[in-house]
Every structure is written in structure tokens, then in C-alpha cells.
């Protein structure tokens, strides 16, 4: 690579992580207001978050080489595995009836989030993972804990008190990370 | 105990029964001597096997009672609380006595244990027939098809344990003896036995009711085998029994995780005490025998007060007023032991293959290739399967499997002939996964 190929790089790189920043912002935002309290959205909305999950967890095990990387994203796989079932099967209970099917495929937002971490050239693979998974977690609790809440579904509202802790958790874990690999 | 404390059962041989609206045996009235709780037993010979269902049904339920109790009190401070609870807890522990007490002594552990399989089968089916949400229906479906599985092999451990009797001896001709989903494929890691819990707030009444039974029913039956199951000398006994048992354990796990978790101690124990007024009165509804009706007669009494005491102190405690949590019109349809071949042949024609991936059901063939059940059997299965060894064995000993079919052939072609898992489509994906490992 030339130095100008470089500095494109580099350039395009930043503008990746800021779109991925950005995107954080507006999914927090999304997942404060109407994933909070509408059972419609909050279904999307988590299905989404455990697609992109469960994505961005089988690249790093793709490609990162680093063990705790790996770890996490294992139990990355595991835990919105977990969460996916548990909301297919809340929605085949009779409190549920009417809400729409969950969305089978990712939004615009995340996919785009997949191709920036496709994208990361294998040094900085890692740090884009766990910077994602920070900003991803961080959307995830807002949506669980606001529902918890605020929801209008009492079934939903108890997967959301399941899976809160979890993502809790989890957020922690990758800010842990994050502060290790810097 | 007088005449006037038996006074529900011309009230209560109706349709529906509302508990809350009855008068119960004030608590301190309750209290009976030792030959009141231990004079009576059943004939092992000549009971009806619902009358026997009956009678380990609610040694269940009245143990569910007291470990919840036991539970309660570990977790609460308030003294007062603490002293309804044991003044409770202790007249059902008086019950649980008189109700396992009618079992004799002369009933061997094995045939007590294919009453307890009985139990198992026609009780879930009866409440998966009973149960309206589609969900929970489906926990209660692939529940049953094991406990099915465990009564065919236990009667052929019967038959080969000298026993006087066979199986059908026990269970009548009201359960057919056939193989479910086999045992063998039941070990499944801890994690996919965990299910999606209703909510108190949204379910019907029903589901609760159902929930509170099954799990009661298969708590007891984890405790019975992995405390009798090591009695026997013969080692493929205890083999099997410590096998199954250790299914009996997954099975609480599976029916526990549908309870709603955030359900309030006081309402969760005037949930208890509700239920086993529907079951005492379920009991008396159907049952013939005329001395063990007057016992589900009299607990009855007894629940009713209890349920009272319950519901004053979540009143009075928590602010939760019962007439909205309970139905207002109480319950109307008895549990009720009856025979359910044709359903449970529904249920193995069309789920056999089925497992558990945490809270869904889905065809073996469709686990990933790297799933930790396939981990999990290999550990636990390495070495022999105590289960399918007991089959082989009676092939051996007496040129066949020992099966009661009363309704036609195995619905399934793949245990038609055979009681071990060779030709099920378990047995075919493990030998895929181990062929591509």
C-alpha cells in the first residue's frame, strides 16, 4: 500500500467509526423512546440487535487472534442465541398474539456496522469489534432496561427483565475489554 | 375430626367451585393424632390405579407445599409472617402423612414407581389437553413424551425384577405401555431445559393452576428415584433409576422456568394453597374409592382455611386484594385421571424427534453441528446406556420387549419393533455428527 493508499485508509477508517458512533446515537435514541414502550418496536428492535450480534460475533471468530476476543465473542454467540429463542417463544404465547413476526434480516444501520467491521483491515480488527460491541451494548441495555419499565407488553416486559442483567453485563465485559486492548 | 368439618361435599358436587367463597377448618382444629394420619392404606391389589394416581399426585403437591413454605420462611424476616407460615406448614405436613400413609407397605418401590410414571403421563396429558396457550402446551407435549418413555422401560425392569406382577397390573388397562421419545436422548446440557416463564399479570388462571400441578407432580417423582433408586441390589436397577432420575431433575428445571419469577411470596403462597384446593376438590369429584374421598373431602376443608390465612396476610401485608387475581366465579372443570392413549399417540406421531434448544423445541436434525447437546451426550452416554440395556436385556432373558398396546401398532415406525434407539432419527443424527466430527 502507497502512503496516499494509506492515508485514504486511514481517512475512510474514521469515517467508518464515525458512522458506527453516529449510529450508536441514533439507536440509543430509538431505544429510549418508542422500543421503550411499544411491543411492536421493542420485537424489531431486539430481534435486529441479536442478528447483528450474532453476526459480528462469527466474524471475530473468523479473524481475530487474539483469546479473549475470541472468548467474548463465543459467548457473544451463546447469550443472543439465548435471547432470540426466548422471544420467538414469547411470541407464540396467547399475551403476544398480534405482534408481528420478527424481522428475519438486519436493518440498513447494522448491516452497514457488518461491512465497516469487514472492512477493518486484521490489526485493527479487534478495536473495531469491541468499539461496536460497546455502542451496540450500550443500545441494548437502553432497549431492555426502558422497556423493563415502560412496556406496553406484559410477556415482553419479563423477557426484557431476563435479558437485561445480561446485556448489562456483557456491556461491562466489552468496556473491561476495550480499556485492556487500548 | 366431626362431622361438621366434612361439610363442603354436599356444596362441592357441582359444577364449579370458588374457594374463596367457602368456610374452611379454623387452623387450630386441624391438628390429628398418629392413628389418624397413619391408620389407613389402600390394597396394592385391588385399588383403582386413578385412586393410586391420586394418592401420589397429592404426596406431591402437599411436599411442593411444605419446601415452598420451608423456602418462604428462609427468605422472610417478618415474624408474623413466619408464624402463619409454620402454623400452616405444619398441619401440611400432617397432610402429606396421612396422604402418603395410604400407600402400604406390601407396594414394592418398582410397582410404586410405575404408579408414579401413571402419574406422570395421564396427569401432563391431561393438563396439556387443558392447557390454553399454545406455547406452554408444547412444554407440557414434550414432557409427557419422556415421562411415556420412562413407565415402558421401568415395566420391563419390572418384569425382570421377579416381581409377582406386571406393569399393567399397576396402571390397568388406562395407559398403554409403549416406548416414547427414549430415554437415552433425554440428557441434554442444563441450559436447554430452561423455558419461557408466563406472567402472573397476563396468563389465564388456567396455565397457573397447570404450572403449580405438573411441576409439584415431577418434583416429587426427582425426589422419590434419587432417594429410593439406590434400594435395589441389582446393578442395572440402580443404574436405571439413577438414569432416569436424573431426567426427573431436568424435568422439574423445564416445568419450573414456565412459573412466573417476579410472582410476590405471598401471592405465590396463596397461588399454592388455591391450587391444591382445585386439585383436593378435582380429587373428590372422581374419586370412587368412599374412605380416600373423605380424605380429599377433609384436606379440602383444611386447604380452604389455609387459602383464607394466605390471601388475609397478602392482603393486609402486600395490598394485593385477592378478588383480582383470582377468577371470580372459581373453577369449573375437575383434573381429572382418565385414559389419554389416542392423544399421546398424537403427540408421538407428530413430536417425537423433537429437543430442546434453551426455550424452543425443534427436530434434532436441525441442531448445529457444534451444539452442546451433542457434547453432552457423549459424556453422559459414554460407556452404556442403562435404558436401552434394560431393553436388550429382557430381549435376551425372555425373546422380547415387554409392551402394553391396546389402540394398534407404535404410531412411530422407527420403535414399531424395536424399544432401542437404532432406527430413530436421534439415533441417525448423532451417527451423522460423529461421522462429520
Not at chain 1, 416486559?157 to 448489562?168: D, E, F
Not at chain 2, 396455565?207 to 416429587?220: D, F, G, P, R, Y
Not at chain 2, 374419586?287 to 392482603?315: G, N, S, Y
Request: proline share 5%.
Amino acid at each position: 500500500m502507497t502512503g496516499n493508499d494509506e492515508k485514504h485508509e486511514g481517512v475512510r477508517r474514521t469515517m467508518d467509526k464515525a458512522g458506527d458512533v453516529v449510529g450508536g446515537m441514533v439507536g440509543r435514541m430509538t431505544a429510549s423512546t418508542a422500543g421503550s414502550t411499544r411491543a411492536d418496536e421493542f420485537v424489531k428492535s431486539a430481534a435486529i440487535g441479536d442478528l447483528y450480534e450474532i453476526a459480528a460475533a462469527r466474524l471475530a471468530l473468523r479473524r481475530s487472534r487474539t483469546d479473549e476476543v475470541r472468548a467474548a465473542a463465543t459467548k457473544m454467540i451463546a447469550d443472543h442465541t439465548t435471547s432470540t429463542h426466548h422471544l420467538r417463544s414469547a411470541l407464540r404465547m396467547n399475551s403476544t398474539r398480534g405482534l408481528p413476526a420478527p424481522p428475519l434480516e438486519m436493518d440498513e444501520r447494522r448491516k452497514t456496522m457488518i461491512d465497516h467491521l469487514k472492512a477493518a483491515p486484521d490489526d485493527k480488527f479487534d478495536k473495531t469489534y469491541v468499539d461496536q460491541q460497546v455502542l451496540a451494548h450500550k443500545e441494548t441495555v437502553d432497549l431492555m432496561t426502558g422497556f423493563r419499565e415502560h412496556g406496553d407488553s406484559p410477556q415482553l416486559r419479563s423477557l426484557a427483565a431476563g435479558t437485561a442483567p445480561v446485556v448489562q453485563r456483557h456491556l461491562a465485559h466489552m468496556e473491561r475489554l476495550r480499556a485492556r486492548l487500548a | 375430626m366431626s362431622p361438621e368439618d366434612t361439610h363442603l361435599q354436599d356444596r362441592t358436587f357441582r359444577m364449579a367451585f370458588n374457594p374463596l367463597a367457602e368456610k374452611g377448618i379454623p387452623i387450630e382444629r386441624q391438628f390429628r393424632n398418629w392413628s389418624e394420619l397413619t391408620g389407613h392404606t389402600y390394597n396394592t391389589n385391588d385399588v383403582h390405579p386413578y385412586t393410586r394416581c391420586r394418592v401420589i399426585l397429592m404426596n406431591g403437591i402437599e411436599v411442593e407445599a411444605i419446601v415452598n413454605s420451608h423456602n418462604a420462611a428462609r427468605r422472610i424476616a417478618d415474624t408474623g409472617i413466619k408464624q402463619m407460615l409454620a402454623l400452616v406448614r405444619k398441619a401440611e405436613q400432617q397432610q402429606q402423612k396421612a396422604v402418603n400413609w395410604l400407600i402400604p407397605g406390601s407396594e414394592s418401590t418398582i410397582a410404586n414407581t410405575i404408579g408414579y410414571e401413571q402419574v406422570a403421563v395421564d396427569l401432563t396429558s391431561w393438563i396439556a389437553r387443558h392447557e390454553p396457550d399454545p406455547y406452554l402446551n408444547q412444554v407440557y407435549e414434550f414432557g409427557v413424551l419422556e415421562d411415556y418413555d420412562h413407565l415402558y422401560r421401568y415395566a420391563n425392569l419390572m418384569d425382570l425384577m421377579g416381581e409377582r406382577r406386571k406393569a399393567e397390573e399397576i396402571t390397568g388397562d388406562l395407559t398403554e405401555i409403549l416406548p416414547g421419545r427414549p430415554t437415552i436422548f433425554h440428557h441434554r446440557h442444563p441450559h436447554d431445559e430452561l423455558r419461557r416463564p408466563m406472567t402472573v399479570e397476563a396468563s389465564n388462571f388456567q396455565s397457573i393452576l397447570n404450572a403449580l400441578t405438573v411441576v409439584s407432580a415431577e418434583q416429587q417423582t426427582m425426589n422419590y428415584y434419587m432417594n429410593v433408586g439406590n434400594r435395589p441390589e441389582d446393578p442395572m436397577a440402580r443404574a436405571l433409576y439413577c438414569e432416569i432420575a436424573m431426567v426427573e431433575e431436568q424435568h422439574v428445571s423445564h416445568y419450573e422456568s414456565i412459573l412466573d419469577p417476579t410472582t410476590p411470596e405471598l401471592l405465590n403462597l396463596a397461588l399454592h394453597e388455591y391450587n391444591e384446593c382445585w386439585l383436593y376438590w378435582s380429587c373428590m369429584q372422581t374419586e370412587p374409592d368412599p374412605r380416600i374421598r373423605q380424605v380429599w373431602e377433609l384436606h379440602l376443608a383444611m386447604e380452604i382455611e389455609h387459602l383464607r390465612l394466605a390471601c388475609e396476610m397478602m392482603k393486609e401485608v402486600d395490598r394485593i386484594d385477592p378478588e383480582e387475581i383470582f377468577p371470580r366465579d372459581g373453577v369449573s372443570e375437575p383434573m381429572t385421571f382418565e385414559p389419554n392413549k389416542r392423544y399421546v399417540r398424537d403427540v408421538l406421531a407428530r413430536t417425537l424427534d423433537l429437543t430442546a434448544y434453551d426455550s424452543e423445541f425443534v427436530p434434532v436434525g436441525d441442531l448445529p453441528d457444534d451444539h452442546r447437546f451433542f457434547g453432552y451426550q457423549n459424556t453422559v452416554n459414554a460407556g452404556g446406556v442403562p435404558s436401552e440395556e434394560v431393553i436388550r436385556r429382557h430381549r435376551e432373558e425372555t425373546g422380547g420387549e415387554y409392551r402394553v398396546a391396546t389402540e394398534g401398532e407404535h404410531p412411530n415406525a422407527s420403535l414399531r419393533e424395536s424399544g432401542t434407539c437404532e432406527e430413530t432419527p436421534y439415533a441417525k443424527v448423532e451417527q451423522e455428527h460423529l461421522e462429520n466430527a
